[in-house]
């Protein structure tokens, strides 16, 4: 779906690349994190994915349509992105207003609107807030609200720069509702995240990115725990792997799984 073909990129002035030749191919329905240290090129990253910024070598393709060839409007048919800072996408003064913005652009009848957006706001839990003015929301309510302007679009890709961050943990549960219900929908997603038990709880690839280099990709059990990324200074393992290291197991994925190598060992 989503293709990176030898690109490099280089910010203005700056006296080295960001990203070095680098290949990626993300397939239809893929859930893949990007993890790296501060500064590794993910944000980068996701906006050169989002066409927002050119590469100066080497080729993005969606679809097998070179992404610069896309006008906007095109883009946005195909790609929703949360962006780090999400209050900083959001303009309208009532939540409603702001989800059906987004769909208001894509020239649907006032039915659909209203019934995208009445969608949307169940979906996220944010019925009761409808009318609020999002600049009277707590940070992870405004995050929230971005979400939800997502979840009326529907976009077949997702890029998601540190979603988890700033909800607590009501919000993080119908955020990663509206997650799982991505993933069964089959939307392909690629999320930036530094919290790396959330990267273990929802994705099964994941992709290191060091120096603008891809130094890792695989399933979580064999990225999350290597060397490269237990270094100091770097993301600390994700509770289920460090457990999984203290006692001597194999790598499982899942709580589930977890708990069925440990009760083989205690046999
Ligand atoms: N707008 C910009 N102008 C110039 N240089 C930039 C700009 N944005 C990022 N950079 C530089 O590009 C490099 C990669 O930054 P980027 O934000 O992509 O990294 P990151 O992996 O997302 O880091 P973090 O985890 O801290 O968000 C850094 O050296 C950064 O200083």
Known sequence: MLTFNKVSFRWPKASTYCLNNLDLTLNQGERVALVGDNGAGKSTLLRLAAGLLKADEGQITLNGVDLSQLKAQQRAMSIGILFQEAEKQIFHSSIKDEIAFGLK?????????????EQALILCELTELADKHPLDLHAGQRRMVAVACLAALSPPLLLLDEPSRD??????????????????????????????????????????????NIINDGPPSCVLCTE??????????????????????NYPDTPEEWSHSWLNRMR
């Open 105 to 117: 652009q894509r020239k649907l009848t006032r039915e659909q609107i209203d019934q995208y957006t």
């Open 167 to 212: 909800f607590d943990a009501h919000w993080l549960r119908i955020f990663e509702k509206w997650l799982a219900h991505c993933q069964q929908s089959g939307t392909t997603i690629l999320t930036i995240s530094h919290d790396l038990d959330f990267v273990a709880r929802h994705y099964s690839r994941v992709i290191h990115l060091s120096g603008g």
């Open 228 to 249: 490269e990324l237990q270094e100091p200074g770097e993301l600390p393992s994700p509770t289920l792997y460090a457990l999984n290291q203290a006692l001597s197991l």
